[in-house]
């Protein structure tokens, strides 16, 4: 089957940028700031991008250009005859499908938000009624599976068309808007009485604070939000690379992508925690915050329903984005594994997401009992949990060793890979770093993590 390809460079950016920014940025960013101190957590967050980020996206980008095939065939391309690198391809397969069983939920919240939004809901209401709203939302599974049925049934019919029409032209129209209207509503939202406590919040580290949180949960909270808002270690960026040309090197490319990543999270911020203090909620509030922080907003502007009605919108389009990408991923693997057509890969896909979603949503008022990782904690939190603490930090180990371990590809194919190109290029001086320091970083953050949490 010939491989597709993207038809702009921009497109690529775009559309890598799209899988990266999404609810890992606008939701789950600050919200982890909130609750790890602030700035203080910002500080380890872009520390983390630099020195872990970078490098792991140009070996995803890597592996999936010199293959040109999906995460579940790419190392096997790669890989020495009689090694078993491949068998990472199928656990990249499952995180996939992980991350989408609870990721299509929230995508399903920013969409509900639009409506309530846009028909005015939130207008007449105090900032304690519009923390009810959420609350309300969460214990209506018909509500949920609605709107995350609608994310999934729209998301799988967008990468059911071809590379260009589908996927390409969805992610340009999207990230440009929402680029725009969050830079907007983060200078209103720095204007507001009482924002400057917020600003100096996020922006003013304070390593007391972090210190009464724990430097250890800080650290590894930072490190998987910077694998989280990436997508890496589950072949979320290899399979563009597959899809990319060999005209520019991949360093610079990577590096083009994080810096549009981290304005996207850290303008979230600037949005999020001067109206946290202007509205007196809690910037530790968890995975709520976004909805119970912004309607207040949006409440208090001129055109605010107008304007909030946009946010929302552009806000499901960052999780559209992010979810027609890890969609591309699970449709390529089995077109590669099964030889099977993209409209029927998607079809079959679509039933099986649905149903592995549902769980999620349950997990909310149904099976709210059920506490898989201690008291507060339900369905959702397990698959986080399992995506963001256990298979991204494992699976980037793994393209770590697989580009510079001899036993893998090897760090001379993966060098002439990513240099092939104009651009920033990877130099041998990084080696010892990628090849000894890195992986040890990783591992060491990781275990801290499990400790921590058990």
Known sequence: MKREHLGSRLGFILLSAGCAIGIGNVWKFPYMAGEYGGAVFVLFYILFLVILGLPIMTMEFAVGRASQQSPITSFKKLEKAGHKWHLHGYAALIGNYLLVMFYTTVAGWMMHYFFLTAKGTFVNLDTKEISTVFGDMLSSPFTMIFWMAVMVILGLLVCSFSLKNGLERVSKIMMVALLVIMIGIAIYSICLEGGKE???????????????????????????????????????????????????????????????????????????????????????????????????????????????????????????????????????????????????????????????????????????????????????????????????????????????????????????????GKGLKVKNWMRPYLTYILPLIVMIIFVIGLIDKF
């Open 198 to 420: 917020g600003l100096k919040f996020y922006l003013m580290p304070d390593f007391s604070k972090a210190a009464e949180i724990g430097f250890g949960k800080v650290i590894v909270g930072a490190m998987n939000q910077s694998f989280f808002t990436l997508s890496l270690g589950i072949g979320s960026m290899a399979i563009f690379g597959s899809y990319l040309g060999k005209d520019r090197a991949l360093l610079g490319e990577s590096v083009n992508i994080a810096v549009l990543d981290t304005f996207v999270a850290l303008t979230s911020g600037l949005i999020i925690f001067p109206a946290c203090y202007s509205f007196g909620i809690k910037p530790d509030s968890g995975p709520g915050l976004i909805f119970k922080t912004l309607p207040n907003v949006f409440k208090a502007l001129p055109y605010g329903r107008v304007i909030g009605s946009f946010f929302f919108i552009f806000l499901t389009f960052a999780a559209f984005s992010t979810l027609i990408a890890v969609f591309e991923n699970i449709i390529s693997c089995w077109m590669d594994l099964k030889g099977i057509s993209r409209k029927k890969a998607a079809f079959y896909n679509c039933i099986a997401i649905l149903v592995l979603s549902v769980p999620c949503v349950f997990g909310f008022n149904i099976w709210s009992g059920f506490t898989p990782l201690g008291s507060n904690t339900n369905i959702s939190d397990l698959e986080d949990f399992i995506v963001s603490n256990i298979m991204l930090p494992l699976g980037s180990l793994i393209y770590l060793l697989f580009c510079t371990s001899r036993y893998g590809w090897g760090w001379k194919n993966f060098k002439e890979e990513a240099n092939t």
